[in-house]
C-alpha cells in the first residue's frame, strides 16, 4: 500500500510570491490534515479535510489556505510569503472517522528568500 | 501557548539503557495520547498510543505511562539501540467528534535521543 505523497519534496520561494504544495494520502483515507513543523514552534496543527469539508483549523493567518479534492487529493496555499514560513510542511492522513493513527508524508521543505 | 509540555529537550543513553521522555498537558477534553517517532528527513512515525481508561500500555520495548489525575504521560524505552536514535513527539487530542480540538492533534516540543554504542 502506498504511502502519503507530498509534492514537492524541496522548493526555494522569494518574498511575496506564493506556493501551492501538494498531498495524495493513502488510499481509502478521507481525512487530510496538514502541519507545519519548524525547530522554533515544533508541529503546528494548520488545517483538516474530509471528504472535500474544512473540518477544523488552526491560528494561522488567512494567507495560508486548503482545499480537498473528490479524490481525497489535498493542496495547501500560502500567498504573499514571508521568510517565517520556511518550515517543513506535512501532510498526515487517517481514515478520519476519529482521532486515530495519522499516517504522516515526508514532508515539502519550503525555504523563503 | 503550548498546550502539551515534554521533556526533556534532549538526552543521551547508552546502548541498553532505558530512556525516558515525560510529557504534562492541562485540557482536561484530551483522550487520546499518542507517541511519534521521526527521523531525519521523514515524517513522524506512530509508535505507540494510549487511551485513558488503562494506566499502561506496552508494546515491544517501548512503554506508555499514563496518570490522569496529574495529567502526565510517560514514554519509556527499554534496552535502548542506536537504531531508536531519533526525535521523539507525543501529543495529545479528544478521541470523539464534535469538539473544538477534534482531528488536530496538540504536539509536544519534541525530544531528540541519541543512543550510543
Known amino acids: 500500500k502506498a504511502g502519503v505523497t507530498q509534492t514537492p519534496r524541496y522548493l526555494i520561494k522569494t518574498r511575496g510570491q506564493q506556493v501551492t504544495l501538494s498531498c495524495s494520502p493513502i488510499?481509502?483515507?478521507?481525512?487530510v490534515s496538514w502541519y507545519q513543523q519548524t525547530p522554533g514552534q515544533g508541529l503546528q496543527f494548520l488545517f483538516e479535510?474530509?471528504?472535500?469539508?474544512?473540518?477544523n483549523k488552526g491560528n494561522f493567518p488567512g494567507r495560508f489556505s486548503g482545499r480537498q479534492f473528490s479524490n481525497s487529493r489535498s493542496e495547501m496555499n500560502v500567498s504573499t510569503l514571508e521568510l517565517g514560513d520556511s518550515a517543513l510542511y506535512l501532510c498526515?492522513?487517517?481514515?478520519?472517522?476519529?482521532?486515530?493513527?495519522?499516517?504522516f508524508g515526508e514532508g515539502s521543505r519550503l525555504t523563503v528568500l | 501557548q503550548q498546550q502539551v509540555k515534554q521533556s526533556p529537550q534532549s538526552l543521551i543513553v547508552q546502548k541498553g539503557g532505558i530512556s525516558i521522555i515525560n510529557c504534562a498537558y492541562e485540557?482536561?477534553?484530551?483522550?487520546?495520547f499518542p507517541w511519534y517517532q521521526q527521523f531525519p528527513g521523514k515524517g513522524p512515525a506512530l509508535l505507540i498510543a494510549?487511551?485513558?481508561?488503562?494506566s499502561e500500555k506496552k508494546e515491544g520495548r517501548f512503554t506508555i505511562s499514563f496518570n490522569k489525575s496529574a495529567k502526565q504521560f510517560s514514554l519509556h524505552i527499554m534496552d535502548s539501540q542506536p537504531g531508536d536514535s531519533a526525535t521523539y513527539f507525543c501529543?495529545?487530542?479528544?478521541?470523539?467528534?464534535?469538539?473544538?480540538?477534534?482531528?488536530?492533534?496538540?504536539f509536544g516540543a519534541g525530544t531528540q535521543v541519541v543512543v550510543t554504542p
Open positions: 498526515a492522513s487517517s481514515l478520519g472517522e476519529s482521532t486515530g493513527e495519522l499516517f
Open positions: 488510499s481509502g483515507h478521507r481525512s
Open positions: 479535510y474530509f471528504s472535500e469539508t474544512q473540518r
Open positions: 485540557n482536561t477534553a484530551f483522550d487520546y
Open positions: 494510549i487511551r485513558p481508561d488503562v
Open positions: 501529543a495529545a487530542s479528544p478521541l470523539e467528534l464534535l469538539t473544538d480540538s477534534w482531528g488536530k492533534l496538540q
